[in-house]
């Protein structure tokens, strides 16, 4: 329903006297993957952190018979009633998030949700995601539902799928609704088996946006997955992540072993990071990771390429990499602890002299 701006700003007021009175708050913060990229699907491993932003979502009830769902970051408002379709904009993954909820046998009335987000929207810092279990902390909160935190994870995953149309695996929600800024989280995507790991000794990690819009990711996405799914079938497995060895992709084509290579090389990063490694051998496995999601996944494009090189050939910075779909988004880099701020001063000006604009995210800009 689009409404004009006066009614917007009384929806919106009366919106927020209703949150005021009868509301709760929940928030959820985004991630950043470390390691284990493009493995989720292929029922991998894993080794996401959480980020220092988050989404904040304020709930009350509708005083009307209609949701209504409002952005603070989008500054958008979007009124629809319970039997109302999927709406096109942010609103689905609020609508996505309570229609899985109902489809667990639960009945939501209408609702006055307001959204307000720090975590980067579109830059591979998984928003999204952090917008869903914002979302669904905060029902479970207003409606004492029986859910851990593993089932928010799922539900919100079922949401993304569903209502907003993007085939994801379970990473995302999994990191946004179990993982903390001070650890990272090893996860099983096949068994949801998982353990919260310290930091390699000494370091610190650093974020930078690329200035790359994504718009390749999501074809280049589906493609891949596609591609996974297939060489896994000729090799007569259920997912790649059954293979550990890369001498068992001989009989694959050409362009299918490569990606299955990176898959099955990207699980063993993630196997030997987990076993506690030194902060330099976990910097040579994010530059590994890089080489592989270029020459073998073929995700990266010139300018990651670029901000990758000049973060890897920086002083106290121990590896780096693309991070999140690829195409654009994203860099992650594990450097000496206390210089990510430095750092970044001169990563981007360089990569300002190579033609980009580029972004500091993690840590936290003030
Ligand atoms: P990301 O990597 O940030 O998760 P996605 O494309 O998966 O990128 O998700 C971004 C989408 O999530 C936005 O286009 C919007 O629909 C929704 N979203 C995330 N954060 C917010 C927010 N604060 N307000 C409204 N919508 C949001
Ligand atoms: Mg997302």
Redesign the pocket.
Known sequence: MNLRPREISLTLRLLCDSLEKTGVNASAPGRVNLLGEHTDYNDGFVLPTAIPQT?IVHLGFSPDRQHHFY?H??EELVSLTTTDPTPQS?AR?LFGCLRVVEQAKYTVPPLNVY?N?S?P?????????A?EVAFLRGLRSLFSLDFDDIRIAQLAQQAEIEYAG?QCGIMDQMASSLADTQHLLFLDTRSLDRQLLPFPIGSEILVIDSGIPRTLAESGHNQRRAECEEAARQLGVKALRDIIDITQLETLPELLKKRARHVITENNRVLEAKQGITAARFGDLMNDSHASLRDDYQVSIAGLDRLVSILQSTPDVFGARLT?AGFGGACVALVTEGKAIEIAKTVLESYRKAGYTGRLLVPEPT
């Open positions: 989404t952005s970051e989008l942010f993954y959204v987000s975590v929207i579109g830059s591979g810092l998984s928003s999204s995601a917008l993007v999140g």
